[in-house]
């Protein structure tokens, strides 16, 4: 079973070389750290930054710079800021390769809820709903299940949407699993992990085929 940077380390083997890539708040955030030395990778962050590098060390903050997430970050050379405008425009106009994003629940058809919790406090939409409308490639970062146990990959949404069918792959502490038209295709398996432990977590459709590796950190 992985942690957060498990998965975080697992979703930056599908960061590739000279992709721009949007990093959501949470999980996702943590990618920047795991990202190969031998490739150029530009992260984006709709709050007006291009060329973020990983968190700085304690006592190395610069409060001024900061990600959507209002977390302190560093930047790479070359880094470029502006303002939400300019950076909602690079997202609506297609120019992020990659999308990764946090959520609360996703669909086996690859709908996503990640902004609103009803009767509780939130922080807000934030650009979620632009970034799945705009994305080609979404990529969820997410834990398979609940405070409570209860699984977090559903037949159906029970919370309201951010984007619908715009999912891509999916990234959990169990297991790696892509959206196909038939539910949840279960890709690879977090160290430790059964296919049972995986198919008791997941209430969706969950698609087995064959041998399913472990996956490779």
């Known amino acids: 079973m992985l942690d957060k940077n498990g998965i975080a380390k697992r979703i930056a083997k599908e960061v590739k070389d000279g992709y721009y890539v949007n990093l959501g708040i949470g999980i996702p955030t943590l990618v920047a750290n795991f990202v190969r030395d031998d490739i150029e990778v530009e992260f984006q962050s709709e709050n007006g930054v291009l060329g973020m590098g990983p968190f700085p060390f304690e006592g190395d903050e610069d409060a001024d710079i900061?990600?959507?997430?209002?977390?302190?970050?560093?930047?790479?050379?070359?880094?470029?800021?502006?303002?939400?405008?300019?950076?909602?425009?690079?997202?609506?106009?297609?120019?992020?390769?990659?999308?990764?994003?946090?959520?609360?629940?996703?669909?086996?058809?690859?709908?996503?809820?990640?902004?609103?919790?009803?009767?509780?406090?939130?922080?807000?939409?934030?650009?979620?709903?632009?970034?799945?409308?705009?994305?080609?490639?979404?990529?969820?970062?997410?834990?398979?299940?609940?405070?409570?146990?209860?699984?977090?990959?559903?037949?159906?949404?029970?919370?309201?949407?951010?984007?619908?069918?715009?999912?891509?792959?999916?990234?959990?502490?169990?297991?790696?699993?892509?959206?196909?038209?038939d539910g949840f295709q279960l890709l690879e398996r977090a160290p430790g992990v059964t296919i049972d432990e995986i198919r008791i977590a997941t209430e969706g459709m969950l698609l087995v085929d064959g041998d399913i590796p472990e996956m490779q950190l």
Do not use: Y
């Open 66 to 181: 900061i990600n959507a997430g209002k977390q302190t970050i560093t930047t790479l050379p070359g880094a470029s800021f502006f303002d939400s405008a300019t950076s909602f425009g690079m997202i609506r106009g297609q120019h992020v390769d990659l999308t990764i994003l946090g959520a609360m629940e996703v669909s086996e058809n690859g709908d996503i809820a990640n902004w609103k919790i009803p009767g509780k406090m939130v922080k807000g939409m934030g650009g979620a709903m632009d970034l799945v409308a705009s994305a080609e490639n979404i990529i969820v970062a997410m834990m398979h299940t609940n405070r409570a146990g209860a699984s977090k990959l559903l037949k159906k949404c029970s919370l309201p949407l951010t984007g619908v069918g715009c999912v891509k792959k999916i990234v959990t502490n169990l297991a790696v699993l892509e959206i196909t038209p």
